[in-house]
């Protein structure tokens, strides 16, 4: 498997799967019935919320295929473009400027450098966790590029943002929607149609770039 992340609608469904087959022994053939858009999975819920900044509640986010960071790792974990297609560093080394992809979030709306900015303030706004990462100087915008400046050179930032606490949402739609207890509007191949502690139950995302294999 290429990528931790790699194409998240094929790699959650693949990751899923096998968990479900460990956790049955792969004797249990009943799972195997129904429709076969649909995947029934058991797994360990560890997450009280789906608010991507709560703790480390994103991994459970990005593991519902709902998220999706800037980068993402390959087999060797080097920062790979995900819903940033490129970046580089600034000459002195203190900002660095990621190019966004033409893609949507789940609810239509376009992923502009300006939306991705938004996302990132926010995580900073309300993670401690964030600040600890990196400190975070200001952000700016334009078109489908967006610029991170920091305090002082960070040469791993673009891996620093593939951790799934800086999941990119739709700030504009915080508040409209319960993200804790809805899902944030991300931009993965699914959005959540109920959750609990219990159980959780996805719907294919519509506005997904790619193909989602499981409706």
Known sequence: MKSIYKKGAALAAAALMTVAFAGCGGGDKSASKGPKDTLTVGITNFADSLE?????????????????????????????????????????????????KDIKFSNGTPVTGEAVKKSIERTFAKSPRAKAMFELDHITADGQNVTIYTKKPIATLPGMLGDPLFII????????????????????????????KAKCELDANPNYYAAVPFK
């Open 52 to 100: 991507p900044t709560d703790n480390y509640f994103g991994w459970q986010v990005m593991r519902y295929g709902v998220g999706e960071c800037l980068v993402h790792f390959d087999s060797k974990m080097n920062a790979e473009p995900w819903i940033a297609e490129s970046w580089k560093v600034s000459d002195d080394k203190m900002s660095w400027t990621f190019k966004i």
């Open 169 to 196: 949402v739709d700030v504009d739609s915080d508040g409209k929607v319960d993200f804790a207890k809805q899902g944030p509007i991300g931009t993965g191949p699914y959005m959540v149609k109920s959750f609990s």
